[in-house]
């Protein structure tokens, strides 16, 4: 899969550019301990760094990144950059902007309509291989950012010539400190825009064999999906 992006040129060695999910995974990742003690069993367990699918879910696809500091003092947003003068017209000059949160009004993220919906502008449009649309959401796994991303799909097969912009809630209205330049603020990935036939069976004698089988490997060795099912990446 080949994906393109392409920006004011007066900006190509300003911004940071999209870089893949694995090189953006978070420190605390890093530092967390593979084993640690469940007060629910008395003795150590394997913690989530030791699940791969957790892991490879927070790797996959790309990151789309903050162009520049973002200073947030209890709902009030403020940066200091230097932009040069862009020879595209109707680029964005901030890397935020707002929504009106009556535009999520009757979901989940309205809450008791105190909420700032933000939208992260992006200055970079992404092209992709025909049949294929760009899935977009918040960083996986990534409780600890102080917004939640709408999740949404373009297909950026065909709307190639604009940037997406990320719409996101506020959701630590008391957070003061700094989004950094280059923090994570969208997770995308390429999905074939494919039909979806869906088979609903029971199992056959086979089937709940191989059921009863794998179940019993899983439980009795750590290890075995990482080892015997994982696919190289």
């Known amino acids: 899969?080949?994906?393109?992006?392409?920006?004011?040129?007066?900006?190509?060695?300003?911004?940071?550019?999209?870089?893949?999910?694995?090189?953006?995974?978070?420190?605390w990742l890093s530092s967390m301990p593979t084993r640690a003690l469940s007060n629910a069993h008395d003795h150590e367990i394997r913690t989530v760094k030791q699940c791969p699918p957790f892991v490879d879910a927070m790797s996959y696809g790309f990151m789309i990144l903050l162009p520049c500091d973002v200073r947030v003092d209890r709902?009030?947003?403020?940066?200091d950059w230097d932009l040069p003068v862009l020879t595209t017209?109707?680029?964005?000059h901030s890397p935020v902007s707002f929504h009106a949160p009556a535009q999520v009004s009757g979901t989940p993220f309205f809450g008791d309509g105190k909420l700032s919906v933000l939208k992260f502008n992006s200055f970079w449009t992404i092209e992709l291989e025909p049949g294929w649309s760009l899935y977009a959401t918040h960083p996986i796994n990534r409780d600890d950012l102080p917004f939640r991303l709408f999740s949404g799909l373009v297909d950026s097969d065909r709307f190639t010539d604009a940037g997406i912009n990320f719409?996101?809630?506020?959701?630590?209205?008391?957070?003061?400190?700094?989004?950094?330049?280059?923090?994570?603020?969208?997770?995308c990935f390429?999905?074939?825009?494919?039909?979806?036939?869906?088979?609903?069976?029971?199992?056959?004698?086979?089937?709940?064999?191989?059921?009863?089988?794998?179940?019993?490997?899983?439980?009795?060795?750590?290890?075995?999906y990482r080892k015997q099912y994982r696919a190289k990446r």
């Open 75 to 79: 709902g009030v947003f403020d940066w």
């Open 1 to 27: 899969m080949e994906i393109t992006f392409r920006c004011d040129p007066a900006l190509i060695d300003v911004i940071p550019h999209p870089i893949l999910a694995s090189h953006a995974l978070p420190d």
């Open 190 to 224: 390429a999905v074939p825009r494919l039909p979806l036939e869906l088979t609903i069976e029971g199992f056959t004698k086979e089937k709940a064999e191989n059921y009863s089988h794998t179940v019993a490997k899983v439980l009795a060795t750590p290890g075995v």
């Open 89 to 92: 017209e109707g680029c964005p």
């Open 167 to 187: 719409p996101a809630a506020w959701v630590k209205p008391d957070f003061t400190g700094v989004l950094l330049k280059g923090s994570p603020v969208a997770q």
